[in-house]
């Protein structure tokens, strides 16, 4: 996820519990106009190997739609070791949907077939990508699925919301439930799932599906890939973090940023009221932050 699953909070992670989790999707690398493989873009450096030694094995993602520049990054990260990338068809953003970018492809299966034809042979990663049902309709799915039947993905993952609905709304797992026969490749289940519950239910309902990806959960509570929730963990994992932040970020301001993205989500994986883990976003001094953060996870 943008901003929150960098490398900085994976190598965290990576420290507090590890092997907890097998592998994570870096955030996407946008395709731009004559792509330059350059470490000045820190969409990149996220995901140099050597700053990523002690971090959760990752696979890196791509956003765009252009094919010679999809296979030159592709190439590029197979020359790092990356021996997968995945290809993001799911961002719902509407800057990005406009440009038939993201989940703005998922209305045009004809395109995704030309740019799979055109980068497949080309490439030397095999290839997973990211999906939703679609961007305005759910038919959209069922038009794009004898797509990417006929190309050899590693997997499909499948967040069964429509772009339009961007977050809100709850996952349509009924519609998860129709197209999940039809796809040849393993499908992996992303959407909502925040507690152990969340995930068995999805185990449940849906046997088939060959793994489960989570979002927005894992700051919900850091601890659920670990089978329960311990808050002592969360709040250990929630010190470290900050004190990374703190490390690495050079400035106070982009630490106080930093600090209150992550605590937006963080403070739901501690036993607080929503008011108080306001008090945090409320505040003006990184002192005041620290503060109260340190009293939360005392
Ligand atoms: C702030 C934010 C940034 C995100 N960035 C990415 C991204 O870079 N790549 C991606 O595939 N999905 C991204 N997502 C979507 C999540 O991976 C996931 O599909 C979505 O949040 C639904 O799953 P969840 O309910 O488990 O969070 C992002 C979501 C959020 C909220």
């Given at each position: 996820?943008?901003?929150?699953?960098?490398?900085?909070?994976?190598?965290?992670?990576?420290?507090?519990?590890?092997?907890?989790?097998?592998?994570?999707?870096?955030?996407?690398?946008?395709?731009t106009?004559?792509?330059?493989?350059?470490?000045?873009?820190?969409?990149?450096?996220d995901?140099?190997?050597?700053?990523?030694?002690?971090?959760?094995?990752?696979?890196?993602?791509?956003?765009g739609?252009?094919?010679?520049?999809?296979i030159?990054?592709?190439?590029?990260?197979?020359?790092?070791?990356?021996?997968?990338?995945?290809?993001?068809?799911?961002?719902?953003?509407?800057t990005?949907?406009a440009?038939?970018?993201?989940?703005?492809?998922?209305?045009?299966?004809?395109?995704?077939?030309?740019?799979?034809?055109?980068?497949?042979?080309?490439?030397?990663?095999?290839?997973?990508?990211?999906?939703?049902?679609?961007?305005?309709?759910?038919?959209?799915?069922?038009?794009?699925?004898?797509?990417?039947?006929?190309?050899?993905?590693v997997?499909?993952?499948?967040?069964?919301r429509?772009?339009?609905?961007?977050?809100?709304?709850?996952?349509?797992?009924?519609?998860?439930?129709?197209?999940?026969?039809?796809?040849?490749?393993?499908?992996?289940?992303?959407?909502?799932?925040?507690?152990?519950?969340?995930?068995?239910?999805?185990?449940?309902?849906?046997?088939?599906?060959?793994?489960?990806m989570?979002?927005?959960?894992?700051?919900?509570?850091?601890?659920?890939?670990?089978g329960?929730?311990?808050?002592?963990l969360n709040?250990?994992?929630?010190?470290r973090?900050?004190?990374?932040?703190?490390?690495?970020?050079?400035?106070?301001?982009?630490?106080?940023?930093?600090?209150?993205?992550?605590?937006?989500?963080?403070?739901?994986?501690?036993?607080?009221?929503?008011?108080?883990a306001?008090?945090?976003?409320?505040?003006?001094?990184?002192?005041?932050?620290?503060?109260?953060?340190?009293?939360?996870?005392?």
């Open positions: 996820m943008q901003g929150l699953t960098e490398v900085l909070f994976r190598r965290v992670y990576e420290e507090c519990f590890p092997g907890a989790l097998p592998l994570a999707v870096a955030p996407f690398i946008a395709l106009r004559n792509l330059r493989f350059s470490t000045d873009n820190a969409q990149i450096r995901v140099l190997p050597e700053n990523n030694h002690d971090s959760i094995p990752v696979v890196p993602q791509i956003l739609k252009e094919p010679e520049e999809f030159l990054l592709a190439n590029c990260l197979y020359d790092l070791g990356y021996n997968e990338v995945n290809w993001n068809m799911g961002c719902p953003m509407r990005v949907t440009k038939h970018r993201g989940c703005g492809l998922m209305p045009h299966p004809d395109e995704v077939r030309t740019i799979l034809d055109t980068i497949l042979p080309r490439m030397h990663t095999r290839l997973s990508v990211k999906i939703r049902l679609g961007l305005k309709e759910k038919d959209e799915v069922f038009r794009m699925v004898p797509v990417l039947n006929d190309y050899p993905l997997s499909v993952t499948v967040h069964p429509l772009g339009r609905q961007q977050y809100t709304g709850v996952p349509d797992l009924e519609a998860f439930g129709q197209m999940l026969p039809f796809l040849k490749a393993p499908v992996i289940y992303n959407g909502d799932i925040c507690t152990i519950e969340d995930a068995h239910n999805i185990r449940r309902r849906f046997p088939q599906v060959a793994d489960l989570v979002g927005r959960g894992i700051l919900y509570n850091p601890t659920l890939p670990l329960a929730v311990d808050v002592s709040k250990h994992f929630i010190r973090l900050m004190e990374a932040i703190r490390t690495t970020l050079p400035t106070e301001e982009s630490v106080m940023r930093k600090t209150k993205e992550y605590w937006s989500l963080l403070w739901k994986a501690l036993p607080i009221s929503e008011m108080e306001r008090k945090v976003l409320r505040a003006q001094e990184l002192t005041t932050v620290d503060n109260l953060i340190e009293e939360f996870i005392q």
